[in-house]
T-cell receptor, first 112, second 116 residues
Framework: QKEVEQDPGPLSVPEGAIVSLNCTYS??????FMWYRQYSRKGPELLMY????GNKEDGRFTAQVDKSSKYISLFIRDSQPSDSATYLC????????????FGKGTRLHILP | NAGVTQTPKFQVLKTGQSMTLQCAQD?????MYWYRQDPGMGLRLIYY???????DKGEVPNGYNVSRLNKREFSLRLESAAPSQTSVYFC???????????????FGPGTRLTVT
């Protein structure tokens, strides 16, 4: 079983819809959970992070972690064409800067 | 403030040729990383450097060498390129250790390498 699983998509949704992106993981020691956004032919950039369990909201984006189910989600409200990108989840253990595990990324298309 | 810069942006090599990918950061970060990104495989860590003078192997180090020249610069060398090394290479940096912000990595724009 891979440490982090993420559906690669592509996922196409109409503008204005709510988008749900998800990852599952197997390592119960993960404590930092991140979402990176990567535009075509660019490097990834950090979108949101969550420490341990719970929800975190930032504008139209909400990150959710359920450690009991080993499941994390990113919700995008009122999706815009500019949200079209690849979204990568990433996770790490406390103090383990040498081991940040990335999901394969989900390609998202927001249709105008 | 340029963040993380990488050179070159594109490169085509023949099998057996060598080359060095350069990376520099101006954020005074201790940790630097080299990743490769392949379709369907996601980002995979090649090498990691926690500080100047230290390097550690990541998930896919075979065929690569690295050098942490100073705090700013971290280079990746392919001694004898193979078609399996065709990929997009990203350099990243972050604060290290106990800092709460060490989870965040800052990525460069990438180098697109093709080995024929």
């Amino acid at each position: 079983q891979k440490e982090v699983e993420q559906d690669p998509g592509p996922l196409s949704v109409p503008e204005g819809a709510i988008v749900s992106l998800n990852c599952t993981y197997s390592n119960s020691a993960f404590q930092y959970f991140m979402w990176y956004r990567q535009y075509s032919r660019k490097g990834p950039e950090l979108l949101m992070y969550t420490y341990s369990s719970g929800n975190k909201e930032d504008g139209r984006f909400t990150a959710q972690v359920d450690k009991s189910s080993k499941y994390i989600s990113l919700f995008i409200r009122d999706s815009q064409p500019s949200d079209s990108a690849t979204y990568l989840c990433a996770m790490k253990e406390w103090y383990r800067d040498d081991k940040i595990i990335f999901g394969k990324g989900t390609r998202l298309h927001i249709l105008p | 403030n340029a963040g993380v810069t990488q050179t070159p942006k594109f490169q085509v090599l023949k099998t057996g040729q060598s080359m060095t990918l350069q990376c520099a950061q101006d954020m005074n970060h201790n940790s630097m990383y080299w990743y490769r990104q392949d379709p369907g495989m996601g980002l995979r860590l090649i090498y990691y450097s926690a500080s100047e003078g230290t390097t550690d192997k990541g998930e896919v180090p075979n065929g690569y060498n690295v050098s942490r020249l100073n705090k700013r610069e971290f280079s990746l060398r392919l001694e004898s390129a193979a078609p399996s090394q065709t990929s997009v290479y990203f350099c990243a940096s972050s604060e290290a250790g106990t800092s709460a912000s060490s989870y965040e990595q800052y990525f460069g724009p990438g180098t697109r390498l093709t080995v024929t």
